[in-house]
């Protein structure tokens, strides 16, 4: 049975080459610690093999900005390769913000095939900020939803405290201390002006409607904001009796 030959840096070399060859640079190897550089006119690329994308990958390639503004990073092909994944699409975020180029090389038997996935170009970081504006403002929503902080950053495997749930609490609070209450009377006590949608899409299953427009604690609710001793305090020494 034949071996399967186990890939090698080196072997990223030649198709790379090739490549630029045909472009019209003159290619060469290990030239001052750079894996590969390609020049033409005073055009000068700096390319940087490695087996998988990595930190010291970056680490190397970013280096190389001191010497060219035109640096890629060459890795093969990811075996599970998916360019629609979440994952993928944030390491081509990740390359894209440190300005290099990416290359991937695909090997089937003798063939190798070369994807230029994008080239090295500045990042414009106002552009990005603008594209995601919407989602800088569901941040501060959220943050302005909350009021105070009580999750741990980079805890996992834990419940944590949205705005939206913290406004349940309040709701919860405030029907257990007072009893039946409208909306209109929940809002005015400030719960927000999103009372009325928490109330009828009841999402915890914590209300429940005694009569048109008119709203109660459900025994689920009762109990199960006994988890919250901290919020329960605060909103209930909130209310104006």
Same mark, same amino acid.
Request: net charge positive; with cysteine; aromatic share 10%.
């Given at each position: 049975? &034949?071996?399967? &030959? ?14 630029? *060859? ?24 700096? =390319?940087? *093999? ?7 990958? *970056? ?6 900005? $001191? ?18 994944? !979440? ?18 090389? +695909? ?6 095939? *070369? ?11 106002? !552009?990005?900020?603008?594209?995601? !504006? ?22 996992? $495997? ?35 002006? !999103?009372?009325?949608?928490?109330? =009828? ?10 009569? $048109?427009?008119?709203?109660?604690? +459900? ?19 909130? =209310?104006?009796?």
């Amino acid at each position: 049975m &034949k071996e399967t &030959k186990k890939l090698q840096e080196s072997d990223l070399y030649k198709p790379i080459q090739s490549h630029f *060859l045909k472009e019209g640079y003159e290619v060469y190897g290990e030239v001052k610690d750079c894996d590969m550089a390609a020049i033409k006119d005073d055009e000068l690329i700096l =390319i940087e *093999l490695k087996l998988n994308l990595s930190v010291d990958l *970056l680490i190397q390639a970013t280096n190389r900005q $001191r010497l060219s503004e035109l640096v890629y990073i060459a890795i093969p092909r990811p075996k599970k390769y998916n360019p629609r994944s !979440k994952r993928w699409r944030n390491i081509c975020q990740l390359v894209r913000r440190l300005e290099l180029g990416l290359i991937l090389i +695909s090997f089937s038997g003798n063939r190798k095939k *070369l994807e230029f996935i994008f080239d090295p170009t500045p990042f414009n970081r106002k !552009k990005s900020m603008a594209q995601n !504006k919407r989602k800088r403002q569901e941040i501060l929503k959220e943050i302005d939803g909350r009021s105070q902080d009580f999750n741990i950053g980079g805890s996992s $495997r834990t419940q944590i405290m949205t705005a939206y749930r913290e406004n349940c609490i309040q709701i919860a609070c405030y029907l257990e201390k007072v009893g039946e209450l409208s909306p209109k009377a929940l809002i005015q006590m400030g719960t927000g002006k !999103k009372t009325s949608s928490i109330l =009828i899409k009841n999402y915890y299953g914590w209300f429940v409607r005694v009569r $048109r427009g008119i709203y109660v604690l +459900s025994d689920k609710g009762r109990i199960e904001m006994k988890q919250y001793p901290d919020l329960i305090n605060y909103y209930k020494n909130l =209310i104006r009796t």
